[in-house]
């Protein structure tokens, strides 16, 4: 059973920086594809970015791209997410999510089958 838990959540201005780490409780951290996912209120969930777990390729979504940077520490079965620059309109529960998906860059929801609890990130303007 794979479990997911998400920390480094909590209060930021705007324009500071947040980095969210996601611990896995699974040894075959290595053969999933891992990404973040947020929910704002009121509003569906949503991709924020992505990694591959054959060779690492990310994937971002256009609102985060050129800020966020998702990277995993395979030895520390760590998932993470360095946001920088961030924008109020950031704030939302960050989810980390495992995939068993083999090929590619996985970043619609149904393609992960594992969830985190959530952390939540709130940007101050």
């Known amino acids: 059973q794979v479990q997911l838990v998400e920390s480094g959540g909590g209060l930021v201005q705007a324009g500071g920086s947040l980095r969210l780490s996601c611990v896995a409780s699974?040894?075959?951290?290595?053969?999933?594809?891992m990404g973040w996912f947020r929910q704002a209120p009121g509003r569906e969930r949503e991709f924020v970015a992505a990694i591959s777990w054959i060779d690492s390729t990310t994937n971002y979504a256009d609102s985060v791209k050129g800020r966020f940077t998702i990277s995993r520490d395979i030895a520390e079965n760590t998932l993470y997410l360095q946001m920088n620059s961030v924008k109020p309109e950031d704030t939302a529960v960050y989810y980390c999510a495992a995939s068993p998906q083999i090929t590619g860059v996985p970043i619609y929801e149904a393609l992960y089958h594992r969830w985190g609890q959530g952390t939540q990130v709130t940007v101050s303007s």
């Open positions: 699974i040894r075959t951290f290595r053969t999933y594809a």
